[in-house]
């Protein structure tokens, strides 16, 4: 178990906790912990409404972990080695208080999922499906969740779970050349993006039992994008082929034109990340590229008048060691945000989970 210490805005290691300012109305104090090995995909995260935070990430042999965090100081409250194996990124949802899911591909290439309420788990569910890219999962509401991949013959596929029990693999079309991401804005709606084949963003939702057709979103991207929820819209933010980034916002009957967030010094070399807030926070991650090559600290990019305004790239947690891993993120209990990567040493295949929170 690691200790905590208090140290310098610069980390190498351990758990600090320091106070970065957001804009000159907002400070927040941000802490920081790091913890086990990792390989190098990206972490999952699931905000439990009783104030911890689930990261779900993979280790050295594709077995998947979950740490359990308290986002007042990141300091670990929990750790569990799921077992499995996974290709892909863990994805991971909460429905309610004591209810945590974990989504993977697995060695087979079909779907895994594992469920805990209050404690007690499933065990990896074989949910079949061939899956080609990382699997996305959402809560829409309480016992309902939904799970979307792209198969094999590229189209949006979707498997849904209410009443206790797993429906069947469902194709909603299109040409997927991303994984999908799906936010839901209010119960019984999902909304889903994905990229389409000229690297432009593409749009379908779900209300009630009904789905939309795909609405093209034009622009050009590259990577995954991030979205999500902001009152009763969604905020979707990708990464443009200049690296610079990019969003959209939707006020939940129209969408709004692209706005440039430009990016951090020596531009964007990640996916971006995000989190809305209860305090009001909208805050954008990503990872920087500085000379030497070896510092490539996440930032993030904060507004809190709805997309307004914005305060600029800050440095996270100052000149960290550079993470190979797109940030991912989440909205914790206190009205803060949770950033999960990996701290990777130069040339290294396997780092440190690193996590931070902040609270307003």
């Excluded at 795909?214 to 902001?230: C, H, P, S």
């Excluded at 990996?342 to 929170?357: M, Q």
């Amino acid at each position: 178990m690691r200790i905590k210490r208090m140290i310098s805005p610069v980390v190498v290691g351990l758990l600090a906790t320091l106070v970065i300012p957001g804009t000159p109305a907002a400070a927040a104090t941000i802490s920081c912990y790091e913890g086990q090995g990792v390989d190098q995909k990206d972490p999952g995260l699931a905000a439990m409404p009783n104030g911890s935070v689930d990261v779900y990430k993979t280790d050295f042999n594709g077995a998947v972990t979950r740490t359990q965090i308290d986002p007042r100081t990141s300091a670990p409250i929990g750790f569990q080695n799921l077992g499995g194996f996974s290709r892909s990124e863990p994805v991971a949802a909460s429905f309610g208080e004591g209810h945590s899911a974990v989504a993977v591909r697995g060695r087979d290439e079909a779907l895994y999922v594992m469920q805990f309420e209050n404690g007690v788990s499933t065990g990896w569910q074989n949910l079949g499906g061939v899956l080609t890219y990382n699997p996305d999962l959402v809560s829409i509401g309480p016992g309902h969740l939904m799970v979307f991949y792209r198969g094999t013959n590229k189209q949006l596929w979707y498997l849904e779970y209410v009443n206790g029990a797993w429906g069947p693999h469902t194709s909603l079309g299109g040409v997927l050349t991303s994984s999908p991401i799906a936010v839901s804005t209010r119960p019984d709606h999902v909304g889903v993006l994905t990229r389409g084949q000229a690297n432009d963003l593409y749009y379908v939702e779900r209300t009630g039992s009904t789905w939309s057709s795909w609405i093209g979103l034009g622009g050009r991207y590259e990577g995954d994008l991030v979205a999500v929820k902001r009152g009763p819209g969604i905020d979707v933010f990708v990464r443009g082929f200049d690296s610079k980034v990019y969003g959209i916002s939707y006020n939940g009957s129209s969408w709004g034109s692209y706005y440039s967030l430009a990016a951090p010094r020596g531009g964007a070399i990640s996916e971006p990340g995000a989190a809305v807030t209860s305090s009001g926070e909208l805050v954008v991650f990503v990872r920087g590229s500085e000379a030497p090559a070896q510092n490539r600290p996440i930032y993030r990019n904060s507004s809190f008048d709805g997309g307004t305004t914005w305060s600029g790239w800050i440095s996270v947690i100052g000149a960290a060691p550079t993470s190979v891993n797109n940030p991912e993120a989440t909205a914790n209990a206190y009205g803060g945000w949770t950033l999960a990567d990996t701290n990777f040493p130069p040339g290294a295949r396997f780092g440190n989970l690193r996590i931070c929170s902040s609270t307003p």
